[in-house]
């Protein structure tokens, strides 16, 4: 049995007056989404309990049949991962954006996508300053990279779980006077986060940055922290060889933690300028080696993030287009097979912030009987009878098609 699954990440969304009261799964024009739907189910699954955070971290967790309630333990271990830094029992992990914030708004949560090269020369000037040799921080790409606090069973990194953090794409456009860690060991990454605006102030690469007319990284936020997960690989679980395909170290790591292998792909950005088409061959190309091959597009969620509607349908379409379109084409060649579309987490235009709640999914393919569905849009998952309140319960099920009772 060859399995695949597609993840527009962050596609749910909410109606919107601009297209005619209309989501952008709705408004788009995704015909082989449509015809997985039309060919096989549609439903809906809800991958973010209520008191934990809506970001990818726990809505992927839940995507691949882990219960983030025993599961989750902070964002920036999976992150770590990816990087092949290993946490020990006592060490901890915090996510670190290069952000813009002028006059107590965040202006941009990826300084205007720094460069990878202009992120590794802020970070190496922050290591310089750190009077603390536990404290390091890692650079990773662009905007997106790493803090890792070192603790032992004498010393431990004063953190826990309970540590609240905001992250800092939830904030834009919006004062962050009020959204600075708080709890258990935030003094110490509130005094990081100030003590960097000294580092960056007059950094050559702001000075060159601020010259050509791009907005400068002020400083770094904080968020996100938490210690080594333990995850039970997926093999062992459902008997299926996964690999994942992604521009993201979230998505990276967590594939690395559950036994996937990776593979990559060099013009795949994590951004709406992704090479769309060059990662469905690389899915194709997947499939003749492994049982179980996942795709994860970034897009639509950077689109959301932004507020804009235009690029979100352009970022569907794409997909649908190159990599939903040759996936579907290629398993016709099996003899058993299915195909899941999903998001993780809706990320709504509206706000411009991951959002609770439920996401649509579409499955086809061997012992799939269709339920009449002919698109794929939240309207229609709305209105189907099949239901994950549960979300980690819908892996499972995907994997085996167990009857659900509704």
């Known amino acids: ?27 788009a024009h995704l015909p082989n989404m449509d015809l997985i739907a039309a060919h ?18 726990v809505a992927n967790l839940s995507l691949l049949g882990y219960d983030p309630n025993r599961f989750f333990s902070g964002r920036a271990p999976l992150e770590a991962a990816a990087q092949g830094i290993e946490l020990g029992p006592h060490d901890w992990a915090v996510r670190c954006n290069l952000v813009c914030i002028q006059d107590q708004i965040m202006r941009d949560f990826t300084a205007g996508h720094i460069s990878t090269a202009e992120a590794s020369a802020l970070l190496e000037t ?71 605006l000294q580092w960056f102030e007059n950094h050559p690469v702001n000075q060159q940055r601020i010259a050509a007319g791009q907005r400068p990284a002020t400083n770094v936020w904080l968020w996100g ?16 060889r996964g ?12 594939a690395k933690l559950v036994g996937w292998d990776l593979i990559h792909v060099p013009t795949a950005t994590g951004y709406i300028d992704t090479d769309y088409a060059a990662k469905g061959r690389a899915a194709v190309a997947a499939l003749d080696q492994y049982d179980f ?23 569907l379409e794409e997909i649908d287009q190159h990599i939903v379109g040759p996936l579907w084409s290629r398993l016709q060649q099996e003899s058993d097979w299915r ?39 939240e309207v229609v998952a709305n209105q ?7 979300g980690w319960e819908l892996m499972p099920w995907y994997l085996a098609m167990i009857p659900k009772s509704v």
Do not use: W
């Open 339 to 377: 195909i899941m579309v999903t998001p993780d987490h809706p990320t709504l235009l509206s706000t411009k912030t991951h959002s609770h709640g439920i996401v649509p999914f579409a499955v086809a393919g061997s012992n799939v009987a269709p339920d009449h569905s002919q698109t794929y849009d």
């Open 126 to 196: 922050a290591n310089s300053q750190l009077t603390d040799p536990r404290i390091k921080f890692v650079p990773g790409v662009s905007y997106r990279n790493l803090m890792i606090v070192r603790g032992s069973e004498q010393q431990p990194p004063p953190f826990s779980l309970e540590t609240a953090s905001t992250p800092p794409h939830d904030l834009t456009d919006q004062s962050v006077a009020d959204a600075y860690p708080q709890g258990v060991g935030s003094d110490l990454l509130c005094h990081l986060m100030n003590e960097s």
């Open 40 to 57: 096989g189910v549609v439903g809906a699954a809800n991958h973010v309990p209520p008191h934990l955070p809506p970001g990818s971290d």
């Open 293 to 315: 091959v996942t795709v994860h597009i970034e897009a639509p969620d950077e689109a959301s993030h932004q507020g804009l509607a235009a690029e979100k349908i352009k970022a």
């Open 243 to 254: 690999v994942m395909i992604t521009a993201v170290d979230l998505l990276r790591g967590l």
């Open 1 to 27: 049995m060859k399995y695949v699954l597609i993840i527009p990440d962050g596609c749910a969304d909410q109606p919107q007056d601009n297209l005619g009261g209309r989501t952008p799964l709705q408004a």
């Open 225 to 240: 922290l938490g210690h080594q997960p333990n995850l039970p690989s997926f093999q062992s679980r459902f008997g299926v």
């Open 384 to 390: 189907s009878s099949l239901q994950f309140p549960n």
